[in-house]
């Protein structure tokens, strides 16, 4: 003997079927891709976050691989080059500003052995999500040392 068995809809819960069928997408609407919705704006803390990931995966303290994802290739190669003893870096004042509906800049005050230095970084958003397309730890130049002659 077999027992039939149905669902039935929980009314509480679920939502109600439509007696039409699921709506259909467009070709175009498939292509621009409307399931998934556009990445929103970055707030200031989400790009302090970032930039703080960044610094980590420069330092050396965080595998640049982890960061792959979130920077475009040119910046990679920067942050996955050879490694060097580098002092921890942290991020002290984030100004952000949004120059271009899908950009974000940042510029932002860093404290490394009781130095301050400049960091700059430019945000563009993708289809993915938001990459870093610039980063770059603005150092001070060293002086010139002076030439001394033998008289």
Not at 20 to 46: F, I, K, M, Y
Not at 55 to 72: N, S
Not at 94 to 101: L, V
Not at 111 to 118: I, L, T, V
């Amino acid at each position: 003997m077999i027992e039939e068995h149905r669902l039935r809809t929980l009314a509480d819960v679920e939502a109600p079927r439509r007696a039409n069928g699921p709506a259909e997408v467009t070709p175009h609407e498939h292509r621009r891709g409307s399931r998934c919705p556009a990445p929103r704006q970055l707030e200031a803390d989400e790009v302090g976050r970032l930039l703080n990931m960044l610094l980590e995966a420069y330092d050396g303290r965080r595998p640049a691989a982890q960061v792959r994802a979130l920077v475009a290739p040119e910046v990679y190669a920067g942050l996955s080059g050879p490694r060097r003893a580098r002092p921890r870096h942290r991020t002290q004042t984030i100004h952000t500003c949004a120059p271009a509906p899908d950009v974000v800049e940042a510029c932002a005050r860093v404290e490394a052995d009781d130095r301050s230095f400049a960091l700059a970084a430019r945000f563009t958003r993708t289809p993915a999500g938001w990459r870093c397309e610039r980063f770059a730890l603005l150092k001070p130049q060293q002086p010139a040392k002076p030439n001394r002659r033998a008289a």
